[in-house]
C-alpha cells in the first residue's frame, strides 16, 4: 500500500503563511486525486482541499481564497499553500489519496499547524 509523509507544519502568528507538503511512495500519478484534511482536538477530520490527476480543485468554504493546493506527480509530492492563516486553522493536517472518503483510506502520521492570535 502507499505510504504518505507530511511536513511542513509549525507554528505562526494568525495572518502568517506555510506550506505542507506530502511525500507518497510510488506514484501519484495513478491516482485520481490527491486531498488535504485536518483534525482538531475533539472534531472530526474534515476535507480541506483536493486536487484531481486534470488539475481541478475543490476548497472547504472555510479556507477558499486562502489556501491553494498543487501537486507534482514527478516528485510524488502534493502541496498546501496556506495564507492569512486564522486561529480556527490550527489542528493535526493529513494527506490522502483519492477524491472521496474510503474505508480503505491510508493517512499519514500528520503535521500540526498551530496558529495563534
Known amino acids: 500500500q502507499v505510504q504518505l509523509v507530511e511536513s511542513g507544519g509549525g507554528l505562526v502568528q494568525a495572518g502568517g503563511s506555510l506550506r505542507l507538503s506530502c511525500a507518497a511512495s510510488?506514484?501519484?500519478?495513478?491516482?485520481?486525486?490527491m486531498g488535504w484534511y485536518r483534525q482538531a482536538p475533539g472534531n472530526q477530520r474534515e476535507l480541506v482541499a483536493r486536487?484531481?490527476?486534470?488539475?481541478?480543485?475543490n476548497y472547504a468554504d472555510a479556507v477558499k481564497g486562502r489556501f491553494t493546493i498543487s501537486r507534482d506527480n514527478a516528485k510524488n509530492m502534493v502541496y498546501l499553500q496556506m495564507n492569512s492563516l486564522k486561529p480556527e486553522d490550527t489542528a493535526v493536517y493529513y494527506c490522502?489519496?483519492?477524491?472521496?472518503?474510503?474505508?480503505?483510506?491510508?493517512w499519514g502520521q500528520g503535521t500540526q499547524v498551530t496558529v495563534s492570535s
Open positions: 490522502k489519496l483519492g477524491w472521496s472518503r474510503s474505508v480503505y483510506d491510508v
Open positions: 510510488g506514484s501519484i500519478s495513478t491516482s485520481s486525486a
Open positions: 486536487i484531481a490527476t486534470g488539475g481541478t480543485t
